[in-house]
């Protein structure tokens, strides 16, 4: 199956013809001029938003006075004679930066969870391979740039797409950052899904694509459409590049969407899944959606996209370096010393203004008449009072306060004090991450049903146990694809027109953060030390401790109220066995007179048992008791003798 990144020349030759061995192909050039049509038209609709685009990425280089000298598009030079301090103060930027290390400090870990009982295995595997496939992407910078981009732009487009180019040919899940100027989207939507057609554009050098396209020789010269582009830094040509559009539309095919995709360069087909119906019977993807997931950070009515962080800081961060400039202006002016001169004052002029000249001639008197130094008026304290509100909106705006940073204000120093008022005040940025799993969560169904498509053949993943140890496993889609359901079950007819309807597993995806953040980290370990001190963790403690679990929330509380359901659960099991050996051990003391019943357990520890004596201790005192009775016995004898002899004198 071709890619959208790499196709195979042997796959596209000839494609782009019209008409082959008698067929009539549906995609050819009419086809692909009317792309081109809807691709301007979709153009016209988004202009607003690149110029706004364009326009934010030069306040985030810290270059924004070329825009407020004249708009975005000036060349950056300011006027002949201007001077003027032109101060670029970071306040907005450090708010984007406080709110990036919020985002990272939560990175998403996805967790899959079935619909269905006879799913739990699937689930339990998928859970630990997309992290790995996540990785192999570099997901986490590819996260990391996109909040960035969600930041100064509102909305962080990603692309999961299949690549035939990866895995030595094998193919696998690519996933992107994109940009929205190469993006391009029915106008009027709210969600990117309603769109009829879908166009994503990229420029490639001509003659690589010559190279791997041998029918486009000479056929290159023009431009499919103007792509709105930044003001860089560097210079960029781009007169020897081609635009190359990735073209998906949507069709209805009985009770299902089909997702169809072109690819196309200067009206030149090179590869049209719908014009190979045979190889393609469901369309490119499975799942029908376009392989795009928009994460947006503030909503707009009526567009799927949002605005970011950005454009509510661009106002207060323009009067903050404005009024910095008067007040750089003023204490320039200030510090360097004029003076009103009289004509005629007989004062070396060349002299005076060389500061190295330690001498200054003068004709005649010296007086204050001749030379009055000029005063500057003091700058009036409601400019720095503005000043400073202004830099305060900013702050207020952007949720980004002296404690989030983990300054202290206010008279407020101790340590909880100070954590408490950061969690507090971090409401904003928990609602914004919010918000951003939800678009990961969209992106990790993507995953799911493209393994579920592509990955026919069993595939190695290293994933980490549940015992925190690698293990390597082996999956492949055999399991999650649909199996085929009984007739009557599924609520058909047997007719000839009967579609065999089939089951497929369903998976729910819930995100959790990995807390990387050195205080999330530092109270959790200080809250697991306290439940441990006070004992919650002893298994003859369970049901209290069950109890004042179900009253906290945390993270990994689930996995504490297991741990000590498991322990009550083993000293009730250790306290029957108990009881069980305690019997027997007495039914052996009265059958053998030396063993002692087995104490019960106490506190979840077992008491030893008592040992009366010693097996030599046990003999001796046996001998003794033989040896007593001897004795008495002895004793005896003699008595009755002397008794006897008694009665016989007598007689």
Same mark, same amino acid.
């Given at each position: ?285 499975? /799942?029908? =959606?376009?392989? *795009?997931?928009?994460?947006? +950070?503030? &909503? ?7 605005? !970011?962080? @950005? ?49 200054? /001639?003068? =004709?005649?008197? *010296?007086?204050?008449?001749? +030379?009055? &130094? ?7 304290? !409601?400019? @720095? ?267």
């Amino acid at each position: 199956m071709p890619t959208e990144s790499a196709i195979d020349q042997q796959e596209v030759s000839g494609i782009g013809e019209e008409v082959t061995s008698g067929s009539l192909k549906a995609i050819g050039k009419n086809e692909i001029e009317e792309a081109v049509n809807i691709l301007q038209k979709y153009k016209e609709g988004k202009s607003n938003l690149e110029s706004r685009i364009v326009e934010n990425e030069q306040w985030y280089k810290l270059r924004h006075w070329d825009i407020v000298r004249g708009g975005a598009n000036t060349d950056g030079k300011r006027a002949a004679g201007d001077d003027r301090p032109e101060p670029t103060s970071a306040w907005l930027f450090n708010s984007l930066a406080n709110k990036h290390a919020d985002a990272m400090d939560n990175y998403p870990e996805p967790n899959v969870l079935p619909r269905e009982q006879s799913d739990e295995k699937d689930a339990d595997v998928l859970s630990s391979i997309i992290p790995v496939i996540l990785e192999r992407n570099n997901f986490e910078g590819t996260y990391s740039n996109g909040w960035w981009y969600k930041l100064k732009h509102g909305t962080t487009p990603y692309g999961v797409f299949w690549d035939n180019s990866l895995e030595n040919g094998l193919g696998d899940i690519n996933i992107k950052e994109l940009d929205i100027l190469n993006l391009f989207w029915e106008s009027g939507i709210t969600d990117i899904q309603d769109s009829r057609n879908l166009f994503i554009v990229a420029l490639a050098d001509t003659d690589l694509l010559e190279e791997q396209y041998p029918q486009l020789k000479g056929k290159l010269g023009g431009k499919v459409i103007d792509v709105k582009e930044y003001v860089y830094d560097d210079t960029v040509d781009t007169s020897d590049k081609s635009v190359v559009v990735d073209w998906y539309y949507k069709k209805a095919v009985g009770n299902k969407t089909v997702l169809h995709y072109c690819k196309f360069v200067a009206g030149e087909v090179l590869f049209a899944s719908e014009n190979e119906p045979e190889n393609y019977p469901n369309g490119w993807y499975e /799942h029908g =959606e376009y392989p *795009i997931v928009f994460d947006v +950070l503030f &909503p707009e009515a009526g567009t799927p996209y949002g605005f !970011g962080y @950005l454009s509510i800081m661009k106002d207060p961060q323009m009067y903050i370096d404005k009024l910095s400039q008067v007040v750089l202006e003023n204490t320039i002016m200030g510090a360097k010393p004029r003076y009103f001169a009289k004509n005629g004052m007989g004062v070396n002029e060349e002299e005076f203004l060389d500061w190295s000249k330690p001498i200054v /001639h003068v =004709e005649g008197q *010296i007086s204050d008449e001749r +030379l009055v &130094p000029i005063t500057m008026p003091s700058l009036p304290s !409601g400019v @720095l009072d503005v000043l400073q509100m202004k830099i305060d909106e900013l702050k207020e705006t952007s949720s980004n306060r002296d404690f989030s940073q983990g300054s202290s204000s206010g008279g407020v120093t101790a340590a909880a004090a100070i954590a408490a008022l950061q969690e507090a005040g971090n409401k904003t940025s928990r609602d914004m991450i919010a918000a951003s799993y939800r678009s990961y969560t969209k992106l990790n169904h993507l995953i799911i049903e493209l393994i579920r498509q592509f990955y026919d053949e069993n595939r190695s993943f290293r994933i980490i146990g549940k015992q925190g140890a690698f293990e390597y496993i082996q999956y492949s889609n055999d399991r999650i694809q649909g199996v085929p359901l009984d007739p009557a079950f599924a609520g058909q007819q047997l007719d000839p027109n009967y579609q065999e309807a089939t089951r497929v597993p369903v998976f729910d995806v819930v995100i959790k953060p990995q807390k990387r953040s050195a205080y999330s980290r530092m109270a959790q370990n200080e809250l697991a030390k306290e439940l441990y001190g006070l004992g919650l963790f002893e298994p003859e403690r369970a049901e209290p401790a069950m109890t004042c679990l179900d009253m906290m929330e945390f993270d990994g509380d689930d996995k504490v109220r297991q741990k000590v359901q498991e322990g009550q659960t083993l000293l009730n099991v250790v306290q029957q066995l108990s009881a069980q050996l305690q019997q027997q051990n007495m039914l052996i003391a009265q059958l053998t007179g030396q063993a002692l019943p087995m104490q019960p357990i106490q506190g979840g520890r077992q008491v030893q048992p008592q040992r009366q004596a010693s097996h030599d201790t046990q003999a001796a005192a046996q001998k003794n008791a033989q040896t007593a009775n001897m004795t008495n016995y002895g004793e005896r004898l003699a008595s009755r003798a002397k008794t006897d002899m008694n009665r016989g004198a007598g007689a």
